[in-house]
Protein backbone atom coordinates (compact mmCIF):
# COMPACT_ATOMS: atom_id res chain seq x y z
CA UNK A 1 0.00 0.00 0.00
CA UNK A 2 1.89 3.57 -0.89
CA UNK A 3 2.43 5.67 2.42
CA UNK A 4 0.63 8.67 1.30
CA UNK A 5 -2.71 6.85 1.55
CA UNK A 6 -4.25 6.20 5.12
CA UNK A 7 -4.74 2.94 6.52
CA UNK A 8 -8.14 2.23 7.74
CA UNK A 9 -6.49 2.41 10.96
CA UNK A 10 -5.55 6.40 10.32
CA UNK A 11 -8.93 6.86 8.88
CA UNK A 12 -10.63 6.57 11.65
CA UNK A 13 -9.83 9.55 13.97
CA UNK A 14 -11.03 11.74 10.91
CA UNK A 15 -14.59 9.53 10.68
CA UNK A 16 -14.97 10.21 14.45
CA UNK A 17 -14.05 13.80 13.67
CA UNK A 18 -16.57 14.22 11.12
CA UNK A 19 -19.36 12.70 12.90
CA UNK A 20 -18.79 14.52 15.79
CA UNK A 21 -19.24 17.81 13.58
CA UNK A 22 -22.34 16.48 12.06
CA UNK A 23 -23.75 15.66 15.65
CA UNK A 24 -22.69 19.46 17.37
CA UNK A 25 -24.44 20.78 13.50
CA UNK A 26 -27.65 18.72 13.61
CA UNK A 27 -27.80 19.94 17.97
CA UNK A 28 -27.32 23.85 16.65
CA UNK A 29 -29.95 23.06 13.99
CA UNK A 30 -32.16 21.52 16.62
CA UNK A 31 -31.29 24.24 18.82
CA UNK A 32 -32.94 26.68 16.29
CA UNK A 33 -36.13 25.14 15.83
CA UNK A 34 -37.98 27.03 19.39
CA UNK A 35 -37.57 30.08 17.25
CA UNK A 36 -40.18 28.53 14.10
CA UNK A 37 -43.43 29.95 14.30
CA UNK A 38 -46.14 27.12 12.61
CA UNK A 39 -49.94 28.75 12.99
CA UNK A 40 -52.54 26.66 12.45
CA UNK A 41 -54.62 27.23 9.27
CA UNK A 42 -58.22 28.62 10.51
CA UNK A 43 -61.35 30.14 9.44
CA UNK A 44 -61.99 33.89 10.41
CA UNK A 45 -65.13 34.91 11.87
CA UNK A 46 -66.35 38.13 10.77
CA UNK A 47 -67.74 40.39 13.19
CA UNK A 48 -71.20 40.31 12.00
CA UNK A 49 -71.38 36.23 12.24
CA UNK A 50 -71.55 36.35 16.03
CA UNK A 51 -74.69 35.66 16.87
CA UNK A 52 -74.20 36.17 20.73
CA UNK A 53 -73.44 32.55 21.20
CA UNK A 54 -76.99 31.41 21.85
CA UNK A 55 -77.44 29.24 18.85
CA UNK A 56 -75.32 25.73 19.34
CA UNK A 57 -72.72 24.87 16.82
CA UNK A 58 -72.53 21.26 18.21
CA UNK A 59 -74.24 19.04 21.09
CA UNK A 60 -72.26 16.58 22.81
CA UNK A 61 -73.91 13.53 25.52
CA UNK A 62 -70.99 14.42 27.64
CA UNK A 63 -69.19 17.02 29.16
CA UNK A 64 -65.64 18.26 27.38
CA UNK A 65 -62.63 17.13 28.89
CA UNK A 66 -60.60 19.84 31.19
CA UNK A 67 -59.29 22.80 28.64
CA UNK A 68 -55.87 21.52 27.24
CA UNK A 69 -52.98 23.54 28.30
CA UNK A 70 -51.75 24.91 24.82
CA UNK A 71 -48.08 26.12 24.50
CA UNK A 72 -48.57 29.49 22.79
CA UNK A 73 -46.16 30.13 19.95
CA UNK A 74 -44.65 33.66 19.81
CA UNK A 75 -46.48 36.31 18.27
CA UNK A 76 -46.01 35.89 14.35
CA UNK A 77 -46.89 39.79 13.40
CA UNK A 78 -47.88 42.99 15.34
CA UNK A 79 -50.96 43.26 16.79
CA UNK A 80 -51.99 39.52 16.35
CA UNK A 81 -54.54 38.13 19.07
CA UNK A 82 -54.41 34.11 21.04
CA UNK A 83 -57.44 32.74 20.33
CA UNK A 84 -57.46 29.91 22.55
CA UNK A 85 -58.33 26.31 21.55
CA UNK A 86 -61.52 24.43 22.30
CA UNK A 87 -63.04 21.02 22.48
CA UNK A 88 -65.26 20.66 19.43
CA UNK A 89 -67.55 17.24 18.88
CA UNK A 90 -66.28 14.97 16.59
CA UNK A 91 -66.44 11.32 15.38
CA UNK A 92 -68.83 10.85 18.62
CA UNK A 93 -65.98 12.09 20.90
CA UNK A 94 -64.93 15.23 21.99
CA UNK A 95 -61.67 16.63 20.05
CA UNK A 96 -59.21 19.27 20.78
CA UNK A 97 -59.29 22.08 18.44
CA UNK A 98 -56.11 23.80 18.60
CA UNK A 99 -56.14 28.00 19.48
CA UNK A 100 -54.71 30.49 16.93
CA UNK A 101 -53.67 33.68 16.25
CA UNK A 102 -55.95 36.62 14.21
CA UNK A 103 -55.76 40.22 13.61
CA UNK A 104 -57.14 41.90 16.43
CA UNK A 105 -60.21 44.31 15.16
CA UNK A 106 -60.32 47.62 16.25
CA UNK A 107 -63.61 48.13 18.50
CA UNK A 108 -64.14 44.71 19.19
CA UNK A 109 -63.42 41.66 21.63
CA UNK A 110 -63.07 38.38 21.07
CA UNK A 111 -66.02 35.81 23.05
CA UNK A 112 -64.59 32.51 23.21
CA UNK A 113 -65.97 29.13 22.94
CA UNK A 114 -68.15 27.69 25.38
CA UNK A 115 -69.55 24.83 26.57
CA UNK A 116 -73.42 24.82 28.66
CA UNK A 117 -74.98 21.89 29.65
CA UNK A 118 -78.87 21.86 28.49
CA UNK A 119 -82.00 19.51 29.31
CA UNK A 120 -81.87 16.26 28.90
CA UNK A 121 -78.55 16.14 30.49
CA UNK A 122 -77.11 16.99 26.22
CA UNK A 123 -73.91 19.58 26.59
CA UNK A 124 -74.33 22.77 23.91
CA UNK A 125 -71.32 24.26 22.30
CA UNK A 126 -71.53 27.54 21.38
CA UNK A 127 -69.52 29.14 18.93
CA UNK A 128 -66.94 31.99 19.81
CA UNK A 129 -66.46 35.34 17.69
CA UNK A 130 -66.08 39.06 17.93
CA UNK A 131 -68.24 41.41 19.50
CA UNK A 132 -68.48 45.00 19.14
CA UNK A 133 -66.73 46.81 22.53
Known sequence: MPAHLPTSAQAR???AVRTGLLLIGAVLGLSLLPGCV????????????????????????????????????????????????????????????????????????WVPHRWVQGGGGQWHLHGGGWVRR
Request: proline content about 17%.
Open 38 to 109: VVPAHRGYAPQAYDGGEVPIEVAPMPPPPPYAEVVPIVPFAGALWITGYWGWSGGRHAWVGGHYERARPGYG
Open 13 to 15: PLS
